[in-house]
């Protein structure tokens, strides 16, 4: 049952040579996260060096910036499944071919079992990406009203001095994951917008 429930993940294991698969899913995302945290504890560390006062900015606050991002995401869903009820449909044989070049694989779930990796073609590449989007806007919508709701009580919790270094730290895993939903959609896109309509060429990177 719980393999069932997982397989939206599967799109995280598909293995691809191609650099672009990693930088789409985890390079750029990890880069902006970092980016990110850094840019969140700036101030704090200014402040502990006597150079500046910073006004207070709560991230997570109800008027914050991740409570905006939240209208945006919470759409996100009809979205995908859309997409997703695309791809499933679209026409064409190149759709039921291996993707060109050297094709990414991944291991599929077959009466319990995980078969061996597998070549996929288009129509399955885009079916698992757009079902892991799927989920992950899911997840990053539940996740904020759940850290939205408990910012508080964390707050009064911590140990003052450990406070932006908490705050640093989710916000960074926020982002990473929020900008990941950015990156592969935007990947996404180009399949749905131009490249599953050409016949020929390399998949990955176009």
Request: glycine content about 8%.
């Given at each position: 049952?719980f393999?069932v429930?997982?397989?939206?993940?599967?799109y995280?294991?598909?293995?691809?040579?191609?650099?672009?698969?990693?930088?789409?899913?985890?390079?750029?995302?990890?880069?902006?996260?970092?980016v990110?945290?850094?840019?969140?504890?700036?101030?704090?560390?200014?402040?502990?060096?006597?150079?500046?006062?910073?006004?207070?900015?709560?991230?997570?606050?109800?008027?914050?910036?991740?409570?905006?991002?939240?209208?945006?995401?919470?759409n996100?869903?009809?979205?995908?499944?859309a997409?997703?009820?695309?791809?499933?449909?679209?026409?064409?044989?190149e759709?039921?071919r291996?993707m060109?070049?050297?094709?990414?694989?991944?291991?599929?779930l077959?009466?319990?079992?995980?078969?061996?990796?597998?070549?996929?073609?288009?129509?399955?590449?885009?079916?698992?990406?757009?079902?892991?989007?799927?989920?992950?806007s899911?997840?990053?919508?539940?996740?904020?009203?759940?850290?939205?709701?408990?910012?508080?009580?964390?707050?009064?919790?911590?140990?003052?001095?450990?406070?932006?270094?908490?705050?640093?730290?989710?916000?960074?895993?926020?982002?990473?994951?929020?900008?990941?939903?950015?990156?592969?959609?935007?990947?996404?896109?180009?399949?749905?917008?131009?490249?599953?309509?050409?016949s020929?060429?390399a998949?990955?990177?176009?």
């Amino acid at each position: 049952m719980f393999k069932v429930l997982l397989r939206p993940f599967s799109y995280l294991t598909i293995s691809h040579p191609d650099r672009v698969h990693f930088w789409v899913n985890w390079g750029f995302p990890i880069a902006v996260a970092v980016v990110t945290g850094g840019a969140w504890l700036l101030p704090s560390l200014l402040d502990y060096l006597g150079y500046i006062k910073p006004n207070p900015t709560d991230i997570w606050s109800g008027s914050g910036f991740i409570s905006k991002i939240q209208s945006f995401v919470q759409n996100l869903p009809g979205f995908y499944t859309a997409a997703l009820a695309a791809v499933a449909t679209f026409g064409g044989k190149e759709m039921l071919r291996p993707m060109s070049g050297n094709p990414p694989k991944m291991r599929f779930l077959i009466e319990g079992a995980l078969t061996d990796k597998l070549e996929l073609n288009r129509r399955l590449f885009l079916a698992v990406m757009f079902a892991y989007l799927t989920m992950l806007s899911f997840l990053l919508t539940i996740g904020a009203a759940l850290a939205l709701t408990l910012a508080p009580a964390i707050k009064a919790a911590l140990i003052p001095a450990l406070i932006p270094w908490f705050s640093a730290l989710a916000t960074s895993i926020y982002i990473l994951f929020f900008v990941q939903l950015l990156t592969v959609t935007a990947w996404g896109l180009y399949y749905l917008g131009e490249k599953m309509h050409l016949s020929d060429g390399a998949d990955a990177t176009g």
